[in-house]
């Protein structure tokens, strides 16, 4: 069994910081790439941040400059620093992992449960 957990949301003012964390667990063999969606009422899912074993990072136009993706592989935890937030981030943000359990010779989709961060004065 593996789980991702998030936590780090909240409430901010317009301007304020936030970090999330996402910590994979359980019988993992190995994570590849790891990322940041977000999805607002009545919206699609949409990709934040994703970044690889390695560290390469991609991030979505809106969200540049402002946020920060990064790692820690030897705890399977991945951040999302959340600079300059505005309004229009609040949403329910996801974590969502590529895992290979130790049970397995395939790699599979994880999430998060989600956690809200809301953007307001």
């Given at each position: 069994?593996?789980?991702?957990?998030?936590?780090g949301g909240g409430l901010v003012q317009p301007g304020g910081s936030l970090?999330?964390?996402?910590?994979?667990s359980g019988n993992i063999f190995n994570v590849n790439d790891m990322g940041w969606y977000r999805q607002g009422s009545g919206k699609q899912r949409e990709l934040v941040a994703r970044i690889t074993p390695g560290s390469s990072r991609f991030y979505a136009d809106s969200v540049k400059g402002?946020?920060?993706i990064s790692r820690d592989n030897a705890?399977?935890?991945a951040y999302l620093q959340m600079n300059s937030?505005?309004?229009e981030d609040t949403d329910v943000?996801?974590?969502?992992?590529?895992v290979r359990p130790q049970t397995a010779e395939l790699w599979y989709d994880y999430w998060g449960q989600g956690t809200q961060v809301t953007v307001s004065p």
């Open positions: 069994q593996v789980q991702l957990v998030e936590s970090r999330l964390s996402c910590t994979a402002r946020f920060t705890k399977d935890t937030l505005k309004p943000y996801y974590c969502h992992a590529e």
